[in-house]
């Protein structure tokens, strides 16, 4: 059984209950789920996850101290801490895990705070274009098994993709950087001897190939150990993933056959995008194409900006 279906038997058999007898008047203001970090949160755990900050439990969100004070946040705090410490195999550490607070009870505007930057998921341009994607993956990521108050599920949906234009403005960035790398650099660099470089320049279109898919499936991209396995479960370019392990895993004995694997990828996102009809280029030069993006862009400030200002968090 994954965390996330352990997290709701949890609340389920004891959490609710809990819940229902000791608080009945607090249910129409609180949420609970499990959310936020750890590989349990995205569904990606396994035997091995289970070494360190894995527990049953579950967690609570709380609105600010008007609404609930803070006796209340004492007690139900209480409350929680006296659930069963084992379930299903899995036991809560005596001592906070290595992560810090995961489970238990949370202020809705701190939690998010904490991970965005913004206690209720209003986000200026700025902070769409500064935030860390892992972040953003974690405050949107896992299941809400209750929302009596819908604040959480509200802040939830105005956080769950970047706007258009600030998607737009990260793709044109990356399509650059993969023409760049993968069209470019990687041969010019194993002509000049520069073997580390091109492999560099591999790694380059991988993580810039990898970027670009999950925002044309309007998803976050998670931390880099999970990024594979999230690729593989994309409705969207999916089988790109196996053609990348084979670019980042293999020497440059045949520098031509990787060079065309990358072209290869790069004529399936092209055609996504226009599938999409986010470019109007009409040629297999990401460059030419990370500028038709670019000038799709709605907002004259961002579309004016640097083709890279938005992918500058390498």
Known sequence: MQGIEAAREYYELFGRPMLEEKFPGLLPYIACGLTGSGSECFGFDDDISRDHDFEPGFCIFLPDE??????????????????PREYK????PMLQPVGGH???VFRTAEYYREKTGSPDGILT?????SLPETA?????????????????????????????DIAAKKTAGLLLLMGQSGQYNYLRCL????????????????????AVIFLLNRRYRPFYKWSFRALRSLPKLSLTAELLEYLITSDNEDAEEKS???????????????????????????????YSVNDGITDPYLRNLHILSAVTER
């Open 136 to 164: 953003l993956a974690e405050a949107v990521n896992g299941e809400i098994f209750y929302d009596g108050y819908g604040e959480v599920t509200r802040i939830r949906q105005a956080l769950s993709f970047y706007p258009p």
């Open 191 to 210: 002509k000049h001897g520069e073997t580390a470089a091109a492999q560099l320049a591999v790694f380059e279109f991988a993580r810039s190939t990898m």
């Open 102 to 104: 995961r489970r238990g």
């Open 89 to 92: 195999g899995l036991k809560r």
């Open 66 to 83: 008007e609404t609930v004070d803070r006796r209340t946040e004492f007690l139900l705090e209480r409350a929680y801490s006296a659930l």
């Open 125 to 129: 341009m700025g902070d769409w274009l």
């Open 260 to 290: 065309a694997v990358m072209e290869g990828i790069a004529a399936d996102i092209i055609d996504e995008l226009i599938a999409q009809g986010l470019t109007k280029a009409n040629c297999g030069d990401l460059e030419k194409h990370a």
